[in-house]
C-alpha cells in the first residue's frame, strides 16, 4: 500500500496537519477566561472592588456605581461564555470580545476604579486585535435546541450566582432572611423584580441591577440563539450520494464499512479529481470521519486534503473512528496525525464456515434447539422482498429497537428497505403461532449492507422480546449458510472494542497492568458492551481484522471519545422527542427511513 500512494513533501504534510491550535488564540481564550472572572468578582464581592475613591463617588451625585456593577458582571459572564469560541480561534466570538473589552474596562473604572482592572482588559484587547487574522474560523453546525441547551444552563448559573450576589452583604442585610428567602429574591430579581430581602444605603440597587444584568443576560443569549439564522448539519444530497454509489461500485469491496458512507447524516468532501471522498458527521466540535476513505486509493490524499482544509477552515478537531490499518497508514502519512488501535473487526470466510466441530457446539447446539421450537429462517436481498412485507419489517425494527435513542454511525446505514439499497441483504426469523402479533409471524431481524460484489456487513440485529433467546445466532448461521447461493463469500459481524486486550488479559502470563486494564473493559461492559460483544463474534471463529482511530493529539482523545459516544447514540444531550412522535415525523420526511441501526447483543 505504501508503494501505491504517491507520497508528499514535509511542507505538504505540514500544511495538511491541519487544525493544530496556534498558541496565541488558546493563551487569549484562556485570559479571556480570566478578565471574565475578574469582571464577575469586581461586579459581586465588596471587598474585591474596595477602594478609598470609590468611597467618595459612592455619594457624590450622579454616582452609577450600580450600574456599573451590574455592567461589570455582565461583562464577566460574556466574556467566559465567549472564551471556549477564541480558543478554537471563531471569528464571532472575536468580534463580539472586541466589543466587550471596553465594556468592561469602563465598568471596572466606573465603579472600582481599578487602573488596573482596565489595563488588564487593555492588555487582552491588543492581542485580539494585533492577531485577528488568526481568528477566522467559521461556524459550527447549529440548531434550535442550542437555546434549550443554553437556557437550562444559564438559568442555573444565574440562580447560583445571584445567591452569592445576594449573600455577600451580610453587614448591610437588614434582618437574617432564611435561604428560602434568599433564593425567592434571586427569582424575583432576575425577572426584575423587589424580593424580601432589604439593604441599607445603595446595595439595595446594585444587588437589583446585579441579578437584573444576569436575567437579562439569560433571556438575551437564549433569544439569539433561538431566532438567528440557522446554520444546520451537512447533509448528504442526493448527488452526492449517486457520486458515492458511483465510488463504491467500483473500490466498495476495499472497507467493509465503505456502504455505510451513505448514512444521510453525513457530509461529504471529495478529492479534486473526484474518485475519493470523505464522509464525516461534527459533533461537538470534532470533524468526525469513519472507516476508510471511499474511492481510489492514489486519490485518498486528495480527499483527506480537503476534509482537514474543512477542518482547519471551522476549527474543528479532526479524527476518524474506525478506519483500517491501511487507511491508518494513508491518513497518519499525509496529514502527520497519530494513530492508536481501537478495536478488531469480526470477518467470517464463507468458505470455512462449518457448525462441525467442538469449537461450534454450542452454537449448533442452539440453533438445533431453536430450529425444533418451530422458527424458520429466510435469507433475501432487499429487492426480492415485497412491499407491504417490507413495510412491516420497518415497523417491527422500529419497535423493537432496545433504547429509546437511535445508535449508531460507523457502523451503522440509518434505514431499511430503501429502494437504492436494493443488494442489502435481510435474513428474518418466522414462527407460526395460535395468535399472531402486530408483525405477524416475524420474531427477528438482520440486515446486512454490500460489501463490494462478494461481501456483506452486518448493519443492525433487532427481535422480539417475547421470542426465545438465540435468534441472533440462529439469523447470522442462516445468512452464512445462504451466502454461496447469493454470491457471498465473506460476511463482517460486529466489531469488538479493545479484543486484543481482553483476550491477552485472560492468558495465563498476562501481567498486573494488562489485568488491570481487562479488569476496567470488563467493569465498563455492564453500560457498553464491551466484552459481550467480543464473546458474542468469538462464537463464529472469525479472523480479526484490526482498527483504529486517527487523532490529532493524545489530550484530544477524551474529547473525541465523547463526540464518537454522541455519534454512536450512548450519550444524548439534546431531550428526544416521544417515540410517537418520532414515527409521524420519520413517515413524513423519508417513508423508506424508519430504523436506525443498532447492535443489540444482550439476548445473546
Known sequence: MSGGVPGRSSRARRILR??????????????????????????VFPRFRHSRMHAIAEVLP???????????????????????????????????????????????????????????????????LLHRDQFAALPDPRSRWRALTNFVLMSAGSLALGLVIVSVHPHRTIGDPSLADRLTHVVYGLFGFEGPVDYQ?????????????????????TIYLAFRPEHPAARLTEEDESRLRALLAKHGGRDSLGHFALRRDKAVVFSPSGKAAVTYRVVSGVMLASGDPI???????GAIERFMDEAKAH?????????SETGGEVWTRETGLDALELGDEAVVDVADFSL??????NVRQMVKRIERAGYETRVRRIRDVG??????????????????????????????????????????????????????????????V???????????????????????????????????????????????????????????????????????????????????????????????????????????????????????GFVTLALPLPRFLRRRRAVSERPCAHAVAERDVRAA
Open 18 to 43: 491541519g487544525p493544530r491550535p496556534e498558541a496565541v488564540p488558546v493563551v487569549v481564550g484562556r485570559a479571556a477566561a480570566l478578565v471574565g472572572v475578574l469582571d464577575i468578582a469586581a461586579g
Open 450 to 568: 454490500p460489501w463490494g460484489k462478494d461481501g456483506v456487513s452486518l448493519d443492525l440485529m433487532r427481535r422480539d422480546r417475547s421470542a426465545d433467546p438465540g435468534m441472533n445466532e440462529l439469523l447470522i448461521v442462516a445468512a452464512l449458510q445462504a451466502a454461496p447461493k447469493l454470491g457471498i463469500t465473506r460476511v463482517s459481524l460486529n466489531f469488538a472494542m479493545f479484543r486484543s486486550a481482553l483476550a491477552r488479559g485472560e492468558k495465563i502470563g498476562a501481567g498486573p497492568v494488562l489485568r488491570a486494564w481487562r479488569g476496567l473493559l470488563v467493569f465498563l461492559s455492564r453500560w457498553f458492551q464491551i466484552e459481550s460483544l467480543y464473546k458474542f463474534n468469538a462464537k463464529f471463529q472469525p479472523r480479526w481484522e484490526p482498527r483504529f482511530v486517527v487523532y490529532r493529539n493524545h489530550a484530544d482523545l477524551p474529547r473525541i471519545g465523547f463526540a464518537a459516544m454522541q455519534a454512536e
Open 356 to 361: 462441525a466441530g467442538r469449537a461450534m457446539r
Open 295 to 301: 474511492g481510489d486509493v492514489e486519490a485518498w490524499p
Open 201 to 221: 444605603g445603595n446595595t439595595s440597587w446594585t444587588v437589583a441591577f446585579s441579578l437584573g444584568a444576569l436575567g437579562w443576560i439569560t433571556a438575551a443569549t
Open 62 to 128: 450622579g454616582s452609577f456605581g450600580p450600574f456599573a456593577a451590574a455592567l461589570s458582571l455582565s461583562s464577566g459572564v460574556l466574556l467566559l461564555l465567549l472564551a471556549h469560541g477564541l480558543k478554537r480561534r471563531k471569528r464571532r466570538a472575536w468580534r463580539a470580545a472586541v466589543a466587550l473589552l471596553p465594556a468592561g474596562a469602563a465598568a471596572q473604572f466606573a465603579y472600582r476604579h481599578s487602573l488596573i482592572g482596565v489595563l488588564i482588559a487593555v492588555a487582552l484587547l491588543v492581542p485580539l
Open 387 to 448: 412491499e407491504a412485507e417490507l413495510e412491516r419489517i420497518r415497523r417491527a425494527a422500529e419497535d423493537w429497537r432496545g433504547t429509546d435513542t437511535e445508535r449508531g454511525f460507523s457502523m451503522a446505514l440509518g434505514r431499511v428497505g430503501d429502494p437504492a439499497d436494493g443488494d442489502c441483504l435481510i435474513a428474518t426469523a418466522h414462527k407460526q403461532d395460535d395468535e399472531l402479533g402486530e408483525y405477524g409471524d416475524l420474531k427477528a431481524i438482520l440486515h446486512f
Open 315 to 323: 476549527s474543528w478537531t479532526p479524527a476518524v473512528m474506525g478506519c
